[in-house]
Nanobody, 115 residues
């Protein structure tokens, strides 16, 4: 069982920055694709960004150029640097670990961007 713990959410003004962290329960980053998803009130959970075990990244169009995913294998942690935040980025952000058809989710961290 993979355990994921997100942190770093909070309240920020539009144009500001936040860095989210996802701590994993073991040395899985060399084997799992990691991703961030978000869910705004009344909306479905949506893909934000992912990074494969080989380091390939994909970004949703809505965050390209503003968000950056990175990982520190030694710390078993994945990060999401979010810059130039907009009110529409407000959501609960979830960390995901995917391998061989199995998805694992964290509990989420709230990000609120005020206008």
């Amino acid at each position: 069982q993979v355990r994921l713990v997100e942190s770093g959410g909070g309240l920020v003004q539009a144009g500001g920055s936040l860095r989210l962290s996802c701590a994993t329960s073991g040395s899985i980053l060399s084997f799992y694709s990691m991703g961030w998803y978000r869910q705004a009130p009344g909306k479905q959970r949506e893909f934000v960004v992912s990074i494969t075990s080989g380091g390939m990244t994909q970004y949703a169009d809505s965050v390209k150029g503003r968000f950056t995913i990175s990982r520190d294998n030694a710390k078993n942690t994945v990060y999401l640097q979010m810059n130039s935040l907009k009110p529409e980025d407000t959501a609960v952000y979830y960390c995901n670990a995917f391998n061989r058809g199995t998805s694992n989710w964290g509990q989420g961290t709230q990000v609120t961007v005020s206008s």
